[in-house]
């Protein structure tokens, strides 16, 4: 049912111009940004994470505010993370497919699949960064933490103005633009203790 629904899905987006490329699993929030990026009234941010890959932030609200924003970055974010998860066991099950074929022995076969998924599952419980790599010395080391939690240690750097977003300053409803967040403008995460120290804790 779930191959099915995923299926049809994929043939729906596929067969509109505008969402053609669009992941089949789109969230809520990717599939109304591109929407708003077709109407013409969609804000899109460019988040830079080191060590991964960019994020492409498309806010589909006319005014958004930094809570908006922020909440569409976690989404995305973990939108991607389960699917390079995905074409990682894929992948290690497309191996072990292959491994097996080749010597034929179907007990064999049955020890390297299970062997292999083994393998892809703790690949995936360590493979949980979200803001920056978390390869560290040569080694993967696991980050799986509270989105409040990470925007406690991190904020948002604006690469245009090269000036950090003091969010603790003001409300969520403070709009992008009063933090001089324009359409296009590329952030990248930063520790927020470098920039305004430590916070109390109450």
């Known amino acids: ?10 043939q729906i987006l596929e067969d509109c111009e505008e969402l053609a490329d669009l992941p089949y699993d789109a969230t809520p929030a990717e599939l109304l940004g591109e929407i708003a990026l077709a109407e013409g009234h969609s ?13 492409k932030i498309v806010l589909h609200q006319r005014t958004p505010t930094i809570a908006q924003l922020k909440k569409a970055i976690a989404s995305v974010s973990l939108a991607q993370q389960k699917r390079r998860q995905r074409e ?5 099950h497309e191996d072990a497919a292959g491994r097996a074929d080749e010597d ?10 299970t062997g292999l998924a083994g393998d892809g599952a703790a690949m995936v419980c360590s493979s949980g960064e979200l803001v920056n790599s978390a390869l560290r010395n040569g080694h993967e080391h696991r980050t799986l933490v509270s989105w409040r939690f990470l925007w406690r ?5 604006n690469v245009d103005t090269n000036q950090p977003i003091d969010d603790h300053a003001v409300n969520g409803r403070a709009t ?5 967040i324009e359409n296009g403008t590329i952030l990248k995460f930063v520790h927020r203790v470098k920039y305004f120290g430590r916070r109390r804790q109450s």
């Not at 804000?43 to 994020?55: E, K, P």
């Not at 990682?88 to 290690?92: H, I, L, V």
């Open 104 to 113: 034929g022995d179907e007990n064999e076969q049955q020890l390297v699949v």
């Open 1 to 10: 049912m779930l191959a099915a629904t995923a299926h049809e899905l994929q």
């Open 153 to 157: 240690c991190f904020a948002l750097f």
């Open 43 to 55: 804000t899109t941010i460019h988040v830079q994470r080191d060590g991964l890959s960019t994020l």
């Open 88 to 92: 990682q066991r894929r992948a290690a």
């Open 176 to 180: 992008l633009t009063a933090l001089g």
